[in-house]
């Protein structure tokens, strides 16, 4: 075990957490089963922290006080390292300060904390965002966790299904060049129902900006009776994404958002994009989802 990474323990499950991003880059039980996307070439990585925006701004600018600073897709907490704050052997704690090199790409003071705890049965993440400075603080954030597609090897990925908690017929929204298209789309849920498919991805990801669940499930139904399943739980995110590539990537993101893309046509002031929160001086939100093993 080295300082670049830190794995938990409960039980049979085990998860590891890399400090660079403090993204959580294994989650696994005792039979082998590997639930998180292990960072193949059709993409990257495992599950990014999106902060302090999630999708794309127009033209990768951010606009605040008569200033432009460039600000790339998802912000920059993906790539930059975090500090470890707590090790033990069920939890830790990884914090990340606003530094110089923040402040020129988002002149905004802030302490970002991701915090693991694992149980028997599931891996929680807790993210606190507080503002350390004496301006309201505009920021989003998001997980974009990768799962395995399918879980168990040699299954049709067609299998899959996600289940909602709730019915999920509000229009959902799409992307164009990174942006929300102005106009909302039909659900692709039927009832409470997502089957899965390469195709669901042609438009990049289905985006759930009124999303009624604060919980789904990931298992395969069709032809398996048996069989891994995850189950994504979360608090204070308001929006959920739902990507994975057309081409055939062999994984599956379930991400709980808090604001989302900016929509096409929108170019002004950072402060005033749809999505933000808005953190007073001194004040802290808090954002936590939890992932849920198991076979069935």
Known sequence: MSDDTYSLRSGSLTATIKAHGAELCSLKDDSGIEFVWQ??????????????????????ELR????????????????SRFAWAERGESRCTLVLHDSEATRALY??????????????????????????????????LGGHPAFNW??????????YALTF????????????????????EPSPVKGNSLPLSDSLFTDDAIIFDRI???SVRYAAGQGASTGP????????????????????????????????????????EFTDKPGLMHIAPEAQEQLSFRIEVGLS
Request: glycine share 10%; proline share 10%; aromatic share 10%.
């Open 39 to 60: 960072a193949g070439p059709e993409w990257p990585r495992h599950a990014p922290l999106l902060f302090p925006i999630v999708g794309r701004l127009a033209n990768d």
């Open 64 to 79: 605040h006080r008569g200033k432009t600073y460039r600000m790339t897709q998802h912000g920059f907490a993906r790539d």
């Open 107 to 140: 002149p905004f003071a802030f302490r970002l904390t991701a915090a693991y705890a694992i149980d028997d049965t599931g891996l929680d993440l807790t993210f606190t965002i507080a503002n350390t400075g004496k301006e309201t603080l505009p920021a989003s």
């Open 150 to 159: 399918p879980l168990q090897p040699g299954l049709a990925k067609e299998s």
């Open 165 to 184: 908690a709730r019915a999920e017929s509000s229009p959902v929204r799409r992307l164009d060049g990174g942006l929300l298209r102005p106009a909302a």
């Open 212 to 214: 009624e669940s604060t």
């Open 229 to 268: 399943w995850l189950e994504m739980s979360w608090r204070g995110f308001r929006e959920l994404g739902v990507w994975s590539k057309p081409s055939g990537a062999p994984f599956l993101c379930i991400e709980p958002w808090r604001g989302h893309a900016s929509p096409a046509g929108f170019d002004g």
